[in-house]
């Protein structure tokens, strides 16, 4: 369906707001759809988003520095979803033996589990909302999303 007709807005100022309000409206329905498939698993997206970087790094450890800086969404509050994901034994945090400043962060067995039955529903989900594009057209998406954040 065209955004015109998601919206219901006729006109827009120019092709580059009807581009951003798209690009607004897409990232939120795709958004929504990890969140449906989220919630029953009892995590939200930026708790997947953590799992899924602590996966990537298994076994080594990582910092809540480096998380934040590594996660999608930059206004999510790390330390905080770490605290969660660790209430939940799906993470934990030990002292660093060379500097006792430094936390690290790893992903429990529990976590490592939860993040495999996520990744597969999300990825099942992710093949059925994309599968109207052809694998040209998403490389293409991509070129232009990247090009358009500079």
């Known amino acids: 369906m065209k955004i015109q007709d998601e919206i219901r807005q006729k006109k827009f100022k120019s092709e580059y707001q009807k581009a951003h309000i798209n690009i607004l409206f897409t990232a939120a329905w795709l958004s929504q759809q990890t969140v449906q498939i989220l919630k029953p698993l009892g995590i939200s997206s930026q708790q997947f988003n953590i799992l899924r970087i602590l996966r990537g790094m298994h ?21 905080r979803l770490v605290d969660k994901l660790e ?7 030990i002292e660093s033996g060379a500097d006792r400043r430094r936390v690290d962060v790893f992903i429990t067995p529990a976590g490592l589990q939860l993040i495999e039955t996520a990744s597969i529903a999300v990825e099942d989900r992710l093949h059925k909302d994309m599968e109207l594009l052809s694998e040209e057209e998403a490389f293409r998406l991509n070129e232009l999303l990247d090009k358009m954040r500079g």
């Open 59 to 79: 076994p080594e450890p990582s910092s809540v520095k480096l998380l934040t800086e590594r996660m999608i969404d930059k206004m999510s509050n790390a330390s």
């Open 87 to 93: 209430a939940k034994k799906l993470v934990q945090r």
